[in-house]
């Protein structure tokens, strides 16, 4: 009797092991199977066949340029899964939030007192110089030159001679009629000059650096006396940031943030382009300045080889119009005068929060050092996308060596951007973070490069680690650093001559408190 009920224990434990197991194994399955699918952003699911071009110079394996099918081509949107994620995390949804903007709203309408342009006393010929947003502020600059004295504005000559060899021409790049047609009551502006004047004599004149009202109504006007055409040589920093009449503040933002529109075809391009990156969500515009152009002229060589610091010293060396020859590469870095290499650009993202499933849009030119330079980025955060990636080869192919075009369609993608990021501050990063600032102050986190150089070097020497510590001093350091509306910034103390006015904050970095006004309750 004792046997028998022992073997029907026995058969009682093998049924409820049996059943214990069978339950967790598909309680393990269903967490296995389900939960991934709603907390990890996937790509695509389709991929194109992959194109060779003149601008994809890496290798098609496993490079971070590598061509993705656009989103909109995808089964899928990936915007609700994102939305999802955030939806159930409080501080994504905080990081993703703008600055509040105070109630600061554009005002560049023109005063009681401003009339008409004036009857013309000749032409202003103007020769652009730079990239495209060097060339931007020029332009916008010499609208309000051509006001102060009474000249008809020809239509700017784009720079084609510098380091971007570019021959596009204005209307490549800028919407004409449109420019013409929305300064008809500020400055009278033509396409081209007079045939009866094209043999004119023209005084050839470089414009003084950050000169005010005086100096233009003085020295420049009085040459109308002799010649009907005056050619500036230049356009970049041609006036004063601070001190100018009301009326010639608001023009200049007219003229930039109105007037000077990108052309049609370009416009276009950037609306699709940005399209399909909100089609992963929210995304970053990062502007990584990690570019052989810019490390050669900043003389940064941190993270680089020797043979390609030697490099980029040659071609220093070798391009005239740049000055400063012998540079110490310690010395730029440690005063934060140099870009984030894209390793320090990821530590920065991840302390700052940024979840590994965010979209980021790479606004840049060729990454030096090219996929091993984007490594460490790349594996932090597998949405990096950039033209390349989001546009076929066959969308791209009208802006292809055109480097002001391809420039444009990144300003348009990173003004448009939920949250602007440039590793650099430098015309482009300066020139976004202003028009940001005019259309509401959107976020724009400026990485405070001096005090970040140092935390990295404490990091990659092992006496300091990431994680909560190091994300709450540098959400800390930051945390004044996003795009808040606040006045312009004066000279620095204590500075005198050229060096006060290049001491002073840009104007088209802070349109404030020129071209923003608060509304009145």
Known sequence: MQKKRWRTVVIVRKVLTFAIAAIALVALLYVHVVFPASEVTKLPDKLPTQHESSYQKLSRERSWTQEHAPPHLAKAPLAARKSDVASRNGSLDKLWKPPPNRDYVPCVAPSPIYTSPPESRGYLLVHTNGGLNQMRAGICDMVAVARIINATLVIPELDKRSLWQDSSNFSDVFDEDHFISSLENDVKVVKKLPKELASATKAFKHFRSWSGVDYYEE??????????IIRAAKSDS??????????IQKLRCRACYQALRFAPKIEAMGKMLVDRMRSYGPYIALHLRFEKDMLAFSG??????????????????NTTWWKVKEIDPVEQRTKGYCPLTPREVGVFLS????PSNTPIYIAAGEIYGGDSRMSDLLSRYPLLMNKEKLASVEELEPFINHSSQLAALDYIVSVESDIFIPSYSGNMARAVEGHRRFLGHRKTISPDRRTL???FDKID?????????????????????????????GPIAGTKGTDRFRS???????PLPDCLCQKVS
Request: hydrophobic content about 30%.
């Open 300 to 317: 940064c060589t941190h993270d680089l080889s020797p043979e390609e610091a030697e490099e980029l010293k040659t071609i220093r060396e």
């Open 351 to 354: 302390a700052l929060g940024f």
């Open 219 to 228: 020295e420049i006007a009085r040459l109308w006396d002799e010649y009907q």
């Open 453 to 455: 150089v140092r935390i």
């Open 461 to 489: 020497q092992g006496r300091m680690k990431e994680g909560k510590n190091l994300s709450n001093r540098i959400i800390e350091i930051h945390r004044r650093r996003q795009g808040s509306p606040r006045k312009r910034k």
């Open 238 to 247: 041609r006036l004063t940031n601070n001190n100018l009449p009301p009326d």
């Open 504 to 510: 002073e904050e840009a104007f088209y970095v802070n």
